[in-house]
């Protein structure tokens, strides 16, 4: 059993930056795939960024796509999403995930129901 703990959240004002991070215990998260989704409540969930376990391929939504990065230290059992440029409508929890059919560097998750932990969340809330 993985446990997923993010970290980083908080408020800042629009155009500044955060660095969530995604510290996994109980079990290595370093052969595979993982992400970052965003929830507003009462909203769908978003697939915001996925990294693949190596972390050579990675992947964002449109929405974050030049804000946000998305990376990986296998050696720590870490993955950590930088947020730049923020924006009010970035407001939201941001969960860290990992998707165990993910083996591969084409093989990565492309949606939130392909993953199969996930963290507790951690809040963000941007202001204009």
């Known amino acids: 059993q993985v446990q997923l703990v993010e970290s980083g959240g908080g408020m800042v004002q629009a155009g500044g930056s955060l660095r969530l991070s995604c510290a996994a215990s109980?079990?290595?998260?370093?052969?595979?795939?993982m992400g970052w989704i965003r929830q507003v409540p009462g909203k769908a969930r978003e697939l915001v960024a996925v990294?693949?376990?190596?972390?050579?391929?990675?992947s964002y939504a449109d929405s974050v796509k030049g804000r946000f990065t998305i990376s990986r230290d296998n050696a720590k059992n870490t993955v950590t999403l930088q947020m730049n440029s923020l924006k009010p409508e970035d407001t939201a929890d941001y969960y860290c995930?990992?998707?165990?059919?993910?083996?591969?560097?084409?093989?990565?998750?492309?949606?939130?129901?392909?993953?199969?932990?996930w963290g507790q969340g951690t809040q963000v809330t941007v202001s204009s």
């Open positions: 995930a990992v998707d165990f059919q993910s083996r591969t560097n084409w093989d990565v998750p492309r949606r939130s129901s392909d993953f199969d932990s």
């Open positions: 109980g079990r290595t998260v370093s052969d595979y795939g």
């Open positions: 990294i693949s376990w190596s972390g050579e391929y990675t």
